[in-house]
């Protein structure tokens, strides 16, 4: 079973980036739809901690899925983490410019793989550079680890898993989305996506577990965001990035096996027979 803490500091970065066992990936993603000035890519390549590696979620993913970045199968991902030099016997260190929208979701799908040393950095480049980390703008050298997945598929939901729970009380869904998406108050930013929400979850925004500064919430105050953190969880929101801070912050609170829909809102609500609730 895992414990402590899924997140390390930048001045526990700054004390460590040189282990021979550390190894850092920058895993920062712009969604499509806000028109960001430039990709995750475009970032790294602009400037990112030193021997980061660039975990590209779009890349990493089932590219023959019709819906965005969707986790790849075992092979897929161990190829491409393998190319990285990102394997067995490392403590991974994952980190984003943009508040752990992609970082968290990275997080997870090595957890997915079986791999449990792996860590999310608290705040991200900005916590870093404002630690006194240097920024560097040169592809890192390293060779290619291997990688053994040992897949847990527990932590993975999707459609029908879901669609057996409803009605039931076994398991909490928490939704990430703003509630103005969860309510079918506000449209989805993807054209033709109805919005609401699936029957029975609770809405949680992400950007309710994050703190201004850009880092996770102490474990005092996200306790006071879940009703019971420790219940049986399932998390979805658009896609299933933001998704993945919700299983970071419970993986905070000691629940580690806390399931993510993959496709979350985008695959659920592309189904017309799907019921969608907006009370």
Known sequence: METGDPLVSADWLLENINAPDVRIADATYFAPFTNPPETGRQAWMRGHIP???????????????????????????????R????????????YD???FFA????????????????????????AWVEAGGEIDDMPPVTGERHFTPRVRTDLVMDAKGLESLLGTARTT?????PDGRFLGRAPEPREGLR???IPGSINLPGNQLVTEAGRMKSASELRKLFKDP??????TCGSGVTAAITALALARLGNWDVAVYDGSWTDWASDPSRPVATA
Do not use: C, E
Request: no cysteine; aromatic share 8%.
């Open 173 to 177: 869904i928490i939704d990430a989305r």
């Open 83 to 94: 190319r990285l030099g990102l394997g067995d016997g490392n403590r991974i260190i994952i």
């Open 195 to 197: 919005s609401g929400h």
């Open 103 to 126: 970082a968290a979701r990275a997080w997870w799908m090595f957890r997915v793989m079986g791999h449990k040393d792996v860590y999310v950095l608290d705040g991200g480049l900005n």
């Open 97 to 99: 410019q943009n508040s």
């Open 51 to 81: 021997k980061a590696a660039f975990f590209d979620i779009d890349d990493i993913a089932d590219t023959s899925s019709h819906l965005p970045h969707m986790l790849p199968d075992a092979v897929k991902f161990s190829s491409r983490v």
């Open 230 to 235: 420790m219940a049986p969880t399932v998390t």
